[in-house]
Every structure is written in C-alpha cells, then in structure tokens.
C-alpha cells in the first residue's frame, strides 16, 4: 500500500491545507479554481517555469473569484437593508440607529462604557459549564475601529472616529452577531474546562481588548465566522461564510503586522496593556488554525508570543506596578475592575494560554518548551487548572519529558548516550508523576464492572483531566527509554490503563480539551484497543461538527497503526506526532 497524499497538487502548489476530498477538495471547490486531484506528479510541476505559469494562472481565478464573491457580498447586504427598510425596523434602548449623513446607514449605536459595565455586572457565577450561556448582552467596538472589516474599502472620511473612549461608537448588526456567537460558544470551545470561579473568572480584560477593533477583534470575528458557519445549510451561504471569515483573518493578519510596526519591540515591552493585546490575538490566529485542523501556520503566532513573554519575568508581568502607557482606557473605583487589575487578569490569562501551547508543541515540533515553564509555574500563582483543567506538576512534567528527549537525541548524535544514565533521569520525572497519579486514584474512585450506570460525581473535572493527561505522560515517558513500542510491558500498562478510564469518563466532563493525551494514548494503543479509540475519535469528530483537530489525530493515529502493523520502524513518533510531514498542534 502506498503513502496517502497530503493533498491535491493545486494545494501543495498553494500551500494551503487540503481535506482530500474527491473528485475535488473542498479547497478548491470554495474558490472556484482547479483541483488537479491526486495522482500521478503533473508534468507542469517541475519546479521551472511550468509550474510558475500554472500558479499564475490559479492565482488570477482566486482573485477572479474573489472579485465575484465581493459582488455577491454587496448585492445581499443591499438586499438586507432593503428588507431592513420595508420592515421599519427602529432600535430600541440603550441601542440607538446613527441616521447621520457622516456614517453608512442602519447601524447600530451603543456606548462603549455603559455596555462593558453591565456586561461585567450581569456576570452570572456558575462554575464547570460545559453548556453555552444564552441571552447575554452584546458588546460594542470602539470608535477606533467601529468599521466593519469587509467595508475597509470605504474612505476612511465617511466616517469620523470619536476620540473619547465614552463615545458612541458604531457596530453594524453581523458584526455584533459574530462577537456575540464567539462569547457564548466559540470561547467554551477553547477553553471547555474555563473555571469561573478564579481569579480568572473575570473576562473583563476581553472586552476591552476587543473594544480596540484591533487584531484580536478581526481574529475574533473570524474564529466566530468559520465556527458559526458549520450550522448553515445552504451551499451558497456557506460559501461566502467561508470567505468572509478568511477576509476577517487576513484583515486580522495584516492589523497584527501594523500593530507590531506602529509599537516598536521596545515600547511594545514597556506597555503592558498593548503586550498582553498582542499576545491575545496571536493566540486567537492559533485558535483560527486549530480550527482548521492545527496542520499550518501556527507556529509562527506561537514563537511570537513566547518571544515578547520570555523576555519578563512573572514579577514583571503579574506584580502590581501599572504600566506608564496604561493611559488609554479608563480607571474605576468601586466595584468596577481597574485597568491596572484587568491587565493583570489579561496576563495570567495569556501566560497560561501560551505555557500550554509551548508544552503540548514540543510533542510534534521536537524541540524545547522557549518559555521558562519552570519559574512560571513553581514560583507565581498560576494554576493551569483553572483555564485547562490540568494541575501545574502534570505540564511540568510533559515540558520535562521534552528536556529528555531533546538531550537524549544530542547524545545519541554524539556517540555518548549513557542507558543508565537516561533511565536515571527518565525515573526522576516518572517518580513524580507516579506519585501525583497514586494522590488521584483514590479521588478518581473507577466504578466497578457490577455497577455499569454508575458515575463519579465526586471527583473534580481537574482531577480527572490530570489524571488522564498523566498517565499519557508516563506513556510517552517509555517511548523515550525503551522505544515506541506498545508492547513494552511499560507502555502497555499504561495505555490499558488510560483506556480503562476513558471508559468511564463522566458525560459531565467534555472530551474535546484531551486531544494531546488521546493522540499520544491511541498512537501506543494495541490492535485490541484499535476500535475503541477509532469509535471515540470518529465520535467526538462528529460531536464537534469537524470544528477543531480531533479529526487530524484520528489521521494520525492511524497512520501509527499502519506503521505497528507492517512492522515498520517509528523512531518519527518519539515526541513528533506528525500529519504527511506536518507539525500538529495538539490542543
């Protein structure tokens, strides 16, 4: 049996994911552009001239079919401010419908302060949701960027920009509508294990970050696009769907860069509030990535971040001392968060968002965790759990593992890798987390085989994600002292015993923030697990509707499968999960 592709010829040309559908890849299809299939390598593409024409030529119908697709776009945004009109439709308090000749018509009014204040005090207190919230308030844009991103065309004098932030500031209805479906849904997806009450329960900071209308806002409006567009049944809307969400990607793109320009490296540093924006919406492109299966472009964003927070230390970032810059929005007193406080809240928030995706990268990228993962979690405050449901002695772990495999590579290329030596420093970091796993077994309390319909309810969803992220570790911990083997006796109990609890997982908890373990877990597993986890996965791909990569670790796991059943040698897995030679973020 041969390789399977990684994609169609017209992707690879591109550089762009492809999803192997036949006769044509969804790729192509949505652009409207030739799919050269599958087959046999095309004669143009010879790396010469040849293969240049033809990607001049697929990019003139990607632009052509742009052209169309904005036309299209007009026409129905004309069609529904006609509908609008022939309906009367009238705002109604605190919304107010701006009619001014200085603004597009039929946009909808709201202050900026008012609205965030009763945002935070309608903040309903209920912890461990794993159901969306619904009937919240929406939020409004700042007068800085009250535009809608697909208008950008329009003269920037149409429309003057209010100074103050207490302003009126404009937010057109879809806009309002994406950001309102990415704070009721699309954030619960990234964080399915978000705790409310913590000190992170505050998303204040949020709000006023997508206040700016910078590139955490277009990065927003784009997560939300492409995750609300899975329930629209027509083909047509769910075309443009698509395109307006990669158009709010790339206005997202092309605002980080002019972020990143207009506040030098040095002023950037200094300014805490605009630091923690920028790492806010090179995180959300991640998540925009993730939902497109993690496969590209995502490491970029990662290095960017870990490169502005590696350069401060947590006192830095997490300490009390407010930035001088921190000017722009405004001070509360009372019971109203400060901007000094939201910015802290910002901080913790991010630190752990990029610590995680540092640590579970370093599976599939090889190399390091950049960030000091050590000093963070051993000296401040931080507690993973409260954003990603596993305790902080489990990540350490996992970023250890990586130490060990990175030094164990460095021997071996020298000719001087010591086994003793590696099995000494492999049972340091099993030793710990063999002892963590011996504190949650007692909580955890797996039900007996007599009683099939019980389910723990006593164990918190902290205990029971660390717990399956630790045995995955210990897996893993095998793979790099005595090879990825799943027959390793080692590596067998482990995985027996991870598919023992996944078994019994509580229905209350979600699955879909256990993508790292599973993938590492199934990987390993043995030809009598093998319709397990393909049940699960396949499962939780449908479940998700496709959103997220749970469908490349099934890609993956497969793929080592096939590799255990023909007896092939897979050095590539230890700490490398790849997809056709492509770095996967597993999150």
């Not at 949701?129 to 800085?144: A, F, I, V, Y």
């Amino acid at each position: 049996m041969g390789p399977s592709p990684s994609g169609c010829w017209t992707c690879k040309i591109r550089h762009r994911k492809c999803d192997l559908q036949t006769p044509s890849c969804r790729e192509c299809k949505d652009r409207r552009i030739p799919c050269h299939g599958y087959g046999s390598k095309p004669s143009w593409m010879d790396g010469a001239d040849a293969e240049k024409q033809e990607l001049v030529r697929i990019k003139k119908a990607v632009k052509k079919n742009f052209r169309n697709l904005r036309k299209a776009q007009n026409r129905e945004r004309q069609l529904m401010k006609e509908k609008e009109k022939s309906h009367g439709i009238r705002s109604s308090s605190p919304l107010v419908l701006d009619e001014s000749p200085s603004t597009a018509p039929n946009r909808l009014v709201t202050p900026l302060s008012s609205r965030l204040h009763s945002r935070h005090r309608s903040e309903p207190s209920s912890c461990n949701r794993t159901e969306p919230r619904c009937g919240s308030q929406p939020t409004c844009m700042s007068p800085d960027h009250c535009h809608d991103p697909i208008d950008e065309g329009r003269s920037p004098s149409a429309s003057p920009r209010p100074q103050h932030p207490t302003s009126t500031c404009v937010l057109k209805p879809e806009s309002a509508s994406l950001l309102m479906h990415y704070l009721d849904y699309v954030f619960y997806w990234q964080y399915p294990y978000f705790q409310r009450r913590t000190r992170l329960g505050n998303r204040g900071w949020l709000l006023l970050f997508l206040s700016h209308g910078g590139p955490l806002y277009h990065a927003v409006l784009a997560l939300s696009a492409l995750h609300r567009n899975k329930a629209q049944v027509s083909q047509n809307q769910d075309y443009l769907r698509n395109q307006e969400a990669f158009e709010y990607h790339s206005k997202a793109l092309r605002e980080l860069r002019e972020f990143s320009r207009r506040f030098e490296t040095d002023t950037l540093l200094a300014d805490k509030s605009r630091l923690a924006e920028f790492a806010a919406s090179s995180l959300m492109l991640i998540s925009f990535e993730v939902f497109n299966g993690a496969e590209y472009d995502w490491l970029p964003h990662l290095d960017a971040v870990i490169t502005v927070l590696s350069l401060h230390s947590p006192d830095a970032l997490l300490g009390q001392n407010a930035s001088p810059n921190e000017t722009d929005l405004p001070q509360h007193s009372g019971n109203i968060i400060s901007n000094n406080e939201q910015t802290h809240s910002a901080f913790e928030f991010l630190i752990i968002h990029a610590i995680w995706f540092d640590i579970l990268a370093c599976v599939s990228t090889g190399r390091v965790p950049q960030i000091a993962y050590r000093h963070w979690l051993e000296t401040s405050n931080i507690e993973m759990a409260d954003l990603m449901g596993c305790y902080n002695w489990v990540m350490i772990s996992i970023g250890d593992l990586a130490h060990l495999q990175a030094w164990k590579k460095e021997m071996k290329e020298r000719g001087t890798l010591s086994v003793p030596d590696l099995v000494t420093r492999s049972r340091e970091i099993e030793a710990r987390l063999q002892t963590g796993i011996g504190e949650l077994e007692p909580i955890i309390k797996l039900k007996p085989n007599s009683y099939p319909e019980q389910e723990n309810t006593e164990a918190s969803q902290a205990t029971w994600v660390s717990y399956i992220f630790a045995l995955a570790s210990l897996a893993l911990s095998g793979t790099i002292v005595s090879g990825p083997w799943s027959s390793v006796p080692e590596i067998r109990e482990k995985v027996d015993k991870a598919v023992d609890v996944l078994r019994d997982w509580p229905r209350s908890i979600s699955l879909q923030g256990l993508v790292w373990p599973l993938c590492v877990i199934g990987c390993l597993a043995e030809s009598q697990h093998y319709s397990f986890f393909e049940s699960l996965l396949s499962n939780l791909v449908e479940e998700c509707g496709g959103f997220g990569n749970i469908g490349t670790v099934l890609k993956i796991v497969k793929s080592c499968w096939e590799s255990q059943q023909q007896h092939q040698d897979r050095e590539g897995l230890n700490l490398s999960f790849q997809t056709g030679g492509v770095r996967v973020l597993l999150i």
